[in-house]
T-cell receptor
Framework: QKEVEQDPGPLSVPEGAIVSLNCTYS??????FMWYRQYSRKGPELLMY????GNKEDGRFTAQVDKSSKYISLFIRDSQPSDSATYLC??????????FGTGTSLTVIP | DAGVTQSPTHLIKTRGQQVTLRCSPK?????VSWYQQALGQGPQFIFQ???????QRGNFPDRFSGHQFPNYSSELNVNALLLGDSALYLC???????????FGQGTRLTVV
């Protein structure tokens, strides 16, 4: 079983839609839960991270963690064509080692 | 602030050769991690350097080695290149003990 599972998509939504991206993990020792955005041929860009169960909001983005279910989500409100990218979740252990999902490819259609 | 910079951006090598990739961390960061990202996959952790020592290592063979310099910059060396080593190699910098890791744009390595 992989440490982190992420639906690769692709996901295609109309502009203005609410997008839900999800990951599951198997190791209950993970302490930080990260979301990165990666444009084609670029390095990943940190969007936000959380360390506890619950919600964290930053502008149009909301990160949600449910440690009891080992499930994390990223919601994007009022999606824009510029949000079109691959979204990577990453779980971080106590040694600050990152375990990434495979990424979900998102296209927002104008 | 220049952020994390990597060089070169692209590289083509022949099977069996050796390659060195370079990374300068974000200003103020002291920890450098290296990742391999195959096409369509998430980044895979290779190793992490802090205080010029390898602190953690992922599931990569000894052909992959690294170094960190006193100015916190780092090198990744890969010996005896295989076709399967073709990937985007990413460097991430952070401050020891903090989870925020910032990535460079990567080096695209093609082994032919």
């Amino acid at each position: 079983q992989k440490e982190v599972e992420q639906d690769p998509g692709p996901l295609s939504v109309p502009e203005g839609a609410i997008v839900s991206l999800n990951c599951t993990y198997s190791n209950s020792a993970f302490q930080y839960f990260m979301w990165y955005r990666q444009y084609s041929r670029k390095g990943p860009e940190l969007l936000m991270y959380t360390y506890s169960s619950g919600n964290k909001e930053d502008g149009r983005f909301t990160a949600q963690v449910d440690k009891s279910s080992k499930y994390i989500s990223l919601f994007i409100r009022d999606s824009q064509p510029s949000d079109s990218a691959t979204y990577l979740c990453a779980m971080v252990n106590t040694g600050n080692q990152f375990y990434f999902g495979t990424g979900t490819s998102l296209t927002v259609i104008p | 602030d220049a952020g994390v910079t990597q060089s070169p951006t692209h590289l083509i090598k022949t099977r069996g050769q050796q390659v060195t990739l370079r990374c300068s961390p974000k200003s103020g960061h002291d920890t450098v991690s290296w990742y391999q990202q195959a096409l369509g996959q998430g980044p895979q952790f290779i190793f992490q350097y802090y205080e010029e020592e390898e602190r953690q290592r992922g599931n990569f063979p000894d052909r992959f080695s690294g170094h960190q310099f006193p100015n916190y910059s780092s090198e990744l060396n890969v010996n005896a290149l295989l076709l399967g080593d073709s990937a985007l190699y990413l460097c991430a910098s952070s401050l020891q003990g903090r989870p925020e890791a910032f990535f460079g744009q990567g080096t695209r390595l093609t082994v032919v």
